[in-house]
């Protein structure tokens, strides 16, 4: 997880020195994004949180709404295919991992304000799997997760922008309803103690990608200050 906070700190830096900033007008476009995660809840006796990288990006469509027509103060909601996993790991000799992918339908309003952004995505499950057994969707939670992220312009004229964005999330809420007893590893991996829902799994992430944002609207020309004699 340092590597990639790292890998992700460097990536920043490098784009935001070409960056060209500009007031942002009404637009909306696609967008993709790659995503590792955790969980970030202390696991039971017998197992082990581990850090887990998507086998998909994610991809949908946001779209921008300024609040200003002179600074770049403005909501972005967006609407896409969005992808988590995490790993569990046997605490004992043998260290076996298992990977847990979870796929939702994300709907995620955020605030935007000079470049950072601050929201939430609301999940609903769609399918999800462990080492390539289906978990039914009806034993998961409409999850709710904080964000915060932070997007940089790379290219931009008069038709959009494509923005780079580096973006972390935390589920408030858990990932399974009735946590004990729909744990989708209590026969491939069981716990040395008793499982409670204080050990149901939230997911932390940490996510890298791209957007085109295509204006609807035409973008104000600079004024130019009259010459004063």
Same mark, same amino acid.
């Given at each position: 997880?340092?590597?990639?906070?790292?890998?992700?700190?460097?990536?920043?830096? &490098?784009?935001?020195?070409?960056?060209?900033? $500009?007031?942002?007008?009404?637009?909306?476009?696609?967008?993709?994004?790659?995503?590792?995660?955790?969980?970030?809840?202390?696991?039971?006796?017998?197992?082990?949180?581990?850090?887990?990288?998507?086998?998909?990006?994610?991809?949908?469509?946001? %779209?921008? /709404?300024?609040? %200003?027509?002179?600074?770049?103060?403005? /909501?972005?909601?967006?609407?896409?295919?969005?992808?988590?996993?995490?790993?569990?790991?046997?605490?004992?000799?043998?260290?076996?991992?298992?990977?847990?992918?979870?796929?939702?339908?994300?709907?995620?309003?955020?605030?935007?304000?000079?470049?950072? +952004?601050?929201?939430?995505?609301?999940?609903?499950?769609?399918?999800?799997?462990?080492?390539?057994?289906?978990?039914?969707?009806?034993? $998961?939670?409409?999850?709710?997760?904080?964000?915060?992220?932070?997007?940089?312009?790379?290219?931009?004229?008069?038709?959009?922008?494509?923005?780079?964005?580096?973006?972390?999330?935390?589920?408030?809420?858990?990932?399974?309803?009735?946590?004990?007893?729909?744990?989708?590893?209590?026969? +491939?991996? *069981?716990?040395?103690?008793?499982?409670?829902?204080?050990?149901? *799994?939230? &997911?932390? %992430?940490?996510? &890298?990608?791209?957007?085109?944002?295509?204006?609807?609207?035409?973008?104000?020309?600079?004024?130019? *200050?009259?010459? &004063?004699?």
């Amino acid at each position: 997880m340092k590597k990639l906070l790292l890998t992700s700190l460097i990536f920043i830096l &490098i784009i935001n020195g070409i960056k060209a900033e $500009q007031t942002k007008v009404f637009s909306i476009g696609p967008y993709l994004g790659y995503k590792a995660g955790v969980s970030a809840i202390n696991t039971p006796l017998g197992r082990k949180n581990g850090l887990s990288f998507n086998n998909i990006p994610d991809f949908g469509v946001c %779209s921008y /709404f300024p609040l %200003s027509k002179n600074e770049n103060i403005g /909501f972005k909601f967006d609407i896409s295919y969005s992808s988590y996993s995490y790993m569990m790991i046997s605490a004992h000799k043998d260290k076996t991992e298992y990977k847990l992918s979870h796929n939702y339908l994300s709907f995620a309003p955020n605030f935007y304000f000079n470049n950072f +952004l601050l929201g939430f995505s609301y999940l609903v499950p769609l399918n999800s799997e462990v080492e390539g057994s289906d978990i039914k969707t009806k034993i $998961q939670n409409n999850a709710l997760e904080l964000k915060i992220g932070y997007e940089f312009p790379i290219y931009v004229d008069n038709s959009g922008e494509l923005n780079g964005f580096v973006s972390g999330g935390y589920f408030l809420s858990g990932v399974y309803n009735n946590f004990p007893k729909n744990d989708p590893l209590k026969s +491939l991996l *069981p716990a040395d103690e008793k499982v409670t829902n204080i050990h149901n *799994p939230r &997911i932390a %992430s940490i996510q &890298i990608g791209f957007n085109f944002m295509f204006n609807l609207i035409e973008k104000p020309k600079p004024e130019i *200050p009259e010459d &004063i004699y």
